[in-house]
């Protein structure tokens, strides 16, 4: 079987094998067929993309210098979820400025600030009334805390590449660790509104992918996993068009769970 997610990561696995490995060789460390974190994140910003195109990509920053960590990205982080919280009623309310779909994520900046970037596919919400709502949260007065880009992308498959650029430029080459912006962030880094249907990995006969992905098996990956004792297993992992995998989804999956 493959397992297959929106994002267009597919892996193929013998199940007994997989089974062996649960079981009797020290768990499932090694297997990726859930992919890793970051992997959830593509999925979900993917799932975003499909259900109502992302329109705007903000940035929320902090103009005083941050101290003590542990304590204060709770604050700031809590701080932001507030505000998705007030433009998210403000949607339900039907007034002006609100705010439905959105991704988030945090990270360090160089200089150790916390900082907070979203997409989002909601259209229309003006940059002065959000800046004015972060400035009274977290108490400062600046002209510059929130900046907006508007329709970053178009292509599904440039979306999760396009945010994880900003989200930490320990993403690209040129990144060389000067700063803080590689220490940990003592809260939530990732998170998304919930409705919006997220299409959790599927399993699919490789014969059934193959009708509508004929190309799959020359963008095939494989790979060995020693499991001990001079065992191993080999796993098959596929990068397809996350658009047709998406497709594919909803066309033969259409009454599958959501997560």
């Not at 949607?91 to 150790?112: F, K, P, T």
């Not at 259209?123 to 600046?142: A, G, H, K, M, T």
Request: hydrophobic fraction near 35%; include cysteine.
């Amino acid at each position: 079987m493959i397992s297959l997610n929106p994002s267009g990561f597919a892996c193929s696995f013998d199940e007994q094998n997989l089974e062996n490995l649960t079981r009797d060789k020290g768990g499932k460390k090694n297997f990726s067929a859930n992919r890793s974190r970051r992997g959830r994140f593509y999925n979900v910003v993917t799932c975003l993309h499909i259900n109502n195109p992302i329109s705007t990509f903000w940035t929320f920053t902090i103009q005083k210098l941050q101290t003590d960590y542990p304590i204060t990205d709770q604050y700031y982080s809590g701080q932001f979820q507030r505000l998705l919280e007030g433009l998210r009623l403000r949607y339900d309310r039907g007034v002006q400025n609100g705010l439905r779909d959105y991704v988030w994520v945090s990270e360090a900046q160089e200089r150790g600030n916390i900082h907070f970037h979203l997409i989002t596919s909601t259209p229309f919400i003006e940059i002065s009334f959000v800046q004015d709502y972060w400035n009274r949260l977290i108490c400062q007065d600046s002209k510059n805390s929130v900046d907006v880009l508007a329709n970053p992308c178009k292509k599904i498959k440039n979306i999760s590449g396009y945010f994880a650029k900003y989200m930490s430029k320990a993403h690209s080459k040129g990144f060389n660790g000067k700063g803080l912006k590689a220490r940990v962030i003592y809260a939530r880094s990732f998170g998304y509104s919930r409705n919006f249907p997220i299409f959790d990995r599927i399993l699919v006969h490789p014969q059934r992918l193959q009708r509508d992905f004929p190309d799959m098996e020359e963008k095939k990956v494989t790979k060995e996993i020693f499991i001990g004792d001079g065992e191993s297993i080999k796993i098959d992992y596929y990068y397809l068009d996350s658009e047709k995998v998406l497709k594919f989804i909803q066309k033969e999956y259409s009454t599958i769970g959501f997560i």
